[in-house]
């Protein structure tokens, strides 16, 4: 059984480093190598639209992203997404959750996903951390544009390790 994959850049570009996760995924887009299976889109900062793409049910699903962990600019790091309940918010919170329909935050439309029965039992996130640019500027520092292609590889790695994952019995 081949794994269903989805892999999906967020982030706005017109906010310099937050642009990572689109450069990225469209860097990825255009290799030829990424295996059936697998597919790989960028929905910006429109979450509803990520949630709409997770109503086709995927394996597992890996945002690129921009973070801010505190480390230098430009370093990768690969977390596994703690993507919370919407029943665990209280009632104010889920009004003001239920009340935004963009869910621009990553993060929201995970948890809207998750509500509707459509997260993927593995969500990753490969974030690279942002530089001082997080203003409204085009174009990303250099450390991020950096971390670019070493980002389109660790993605094929991820997409190598979900793959023997799905495919060795447990």
């Known amino acids: ?11 706005n570009v017109l906010r310099g480093d937050d642009g990572f996760g689109i450069e990225a995924a469209h860097r990825l887009m255009a290799r030829d ?5 697998v597919k790989v889109i960028e929905t910006g900062i429109g979450g509803i639209s990520l949630v709409q793409e997770l ?3 995927y394996d597992a699903l890996l945002l690129l992203d921009a ?7 430009g370093t990768l790091v ?3 997404a703690e993507v919370p309940d919407i029943d665990d918010l209280s009632p104010m919170e ?24 459509a997260l993927p039992p593995l ?8 530089g001082a640019h997080d203003d409204f500027v085009w174009g990303m520092s250099e450390s991020v544009n950096e971390a ?5 590889e660790r993605s094929l790695s991820w997409i190598a390790q979900q793959r023997q994952r799905v495919s060795t019995p447990s």
């Open 55 to 57: 109503m086709d049910g």
């Open 148 to 152: 670019v292609p070493a980002a389109v």
């Open 33 to 37: 190598d990424v295996p059936e299976g």
């Open 123 to 130: 969500v990753y996130i490969l974030g690279c951390q942002s």
């Open 67 to 73: 973070v801010d962990r505190g480390l230098a600019p």
């Open 78 to 80: 690969l977390l596994e």
């Open 1 to 11: 059984m081949s794994a269903r994959l989805l892999i999906v850049g967020v982030g």
């Open 94 to 117: 889920r009004q003001d959750f239920l009340a935004d329909m963009h869910f621009a935050n990553p993060n929201r439309a995970l948890m809207l996903a998750r509500a509707l029965g």
